[in-house]
Nanobody, 122 residues
Framework: QVQLVESGGGLVQPGGSLRLSCAASGRIFRINTMGWYRQAPAKQRELVATITNGGVTNYADSVKGRFTVSRDNSKNTMYLQMNSLKPEDTAVYFC????????????????WGQGTQVTVSS
């Protein structure tokens, strides 16, 4: 019903930058909070950043001042600008979204993308 597709991952040197995108499509009435999460090998998935429909943002302490989350509601797309990347930022990055598929409050569901690999290495 709803698909989330991440893009923009890749290999970058320490100190470099990447911009991730997450595009939502399908049966969408309205998207509420969207978020970026990451999972490194042998570690649990962790929150990176979230952004509400109104643009209120929240960041993990480890990325504050380096990452910026934004969204374009007209395109149902969220972005993550990642600057000053460190080797410890290496992970698969996933996007998530809380989506209303109709105007009814009971039709709010959480969706996840398949992830995009970010590797920070010299």
């Amino acid at each position: 019903q709803v698909q989330l597709v991440e893009s923009g991952g890749g290999l970058v040197q320490p100190g470099g930058s990447l911009r991730l995108s997450c595009a939502a499509s399908g049966r969408i009435f309205r998207i509420n909070t969207m978020g970026w999460y990451r999972q490194a090998p042998a570690k649990q998935r962790e929150l990176v950043a979230t952004i509400t429909n109104g643009g209120v943002t929240n960041y993990a302490d480890s990325v504050k001042g380096r990452f910026t989350v934004s969204r374009d509601n007209s395109k149902n797309t969220m972005y993550l600008q990642m600057n000053s990347l460190k080797p410890e930022d290496t992970a698969v990055y996933f996007c998530s979204a809380a989506v209303f598929i109709t105007s009814l409050a009971s039709t709010n569901y959480a969706y996840w993308g398949q992830g995009t690999q970010v590797t920070v290495s010299s």
